[in-house]
């Protein structure tokens, strides 16, 4: 057997075997989809809430009154704004060390910190793809819920919203995979995720080439069977449309 072979086999059993290291690798599998899940349940939060205000403004505050909801909504309407800015105009890595080291640095939750970070984050991107999914929505379906006696509030709640997760879902989807590629960074605030998992049999080994290989393979195993189910998903929607 050549040689090179006989050292790949070595080295594969220094970085996964001895020690029981691969541990690692599994720990950072199961917290980079916990950290994702979380993440994305939460910027889902904050994406319904600033596309509620955002398009609740667009399309209700010139016609109404004079009064503190209309003052509220447009403040609502202003911190939405700022948020959408600035999360979407700085890289999530500053945004979790500002997280990590300022805003909660008397926290020892890392995950908690990576989470919120992240949800933060996902938040600004999901509440356009909400308000995008809103404004899709015919005028028409809006009219007619008015013309049965619902309210703003009820229309959108019984007749909008549900058109509109109909037609986001891919588009959630796939928020939630470049989520889960994004959450490579967790590790620099002490996140045992899969690419700290790797960093630290790297720095136990000194090896370099199995530990990132491995990760590289798991993170795009993980992406096509993800991206798979996404298109399962718009395939059973094109099929429930007909």
């Known amino acids: 057997m050549p040689e090179w072979i006989l050292k790949l086999a070595k080295d594969f059993s220094t970085a996964f075997i001895v020690d029981n290291r691969w541990k690692y690798i599994v720990e950072g599998i199961q917290n980079t989809l916990i950290l994702t899940f979380f993440a994305l349940i939460l910027g889902v939060v904050f994406g319904i809430i600033v596309a509620g205000i955002r398009t609740t403004y667009d399309k209700q505050y010139h016609e109404m009154r004079p009064s503190f909801a209309k003052a509220l909504l447009s403040i609502g309407n202003a911190i939405s704004r700022v948020y959408l800015t600035v999360i979407r105009g700085t890289p999530a890595m500053v945004q979790i060390l500002i997280i990590f080291f300022i805003i909660m640095a008397s926290s020892d939750n890392k995950m908690l910190c990576g989470i919120i970070a992240f949800g933060i984050n996902s938040g600004a991107y999901v509440a356009e793809i909400i308000r995008g999914g809103i404004m899709s929505i015919d005028v028409g379906q809006t009219e007619a819920g008015r013309s049965l006696g619902l309210n703003y509030m009820q229309t959108m709640w019984f007749i909008v919203l549900p ?66 189910l996404v298109d399962v998903l718009e395939r059973r929607l094109r099929k429930s449309e007909r």
């Open 163 to 228: 058109q509109t997760f109909k037609n986001i879902l891919p588009a959630l989807a796939n928020e939630f995979i470049v989520l889960l590629k994004e959450t490579a960074i967790a590790g620099y605030v002490g996140v045992t995720d899969l690419t700290r998992g790797a960093n630290i049999i790297r720095g136990i080994t000194y090896q370099s080439f199995w530990p990132l290989m491995a990760i590289a393979a798991i993170y795009l195993i993980m992406v096509l069977f993800f991206t798979w």
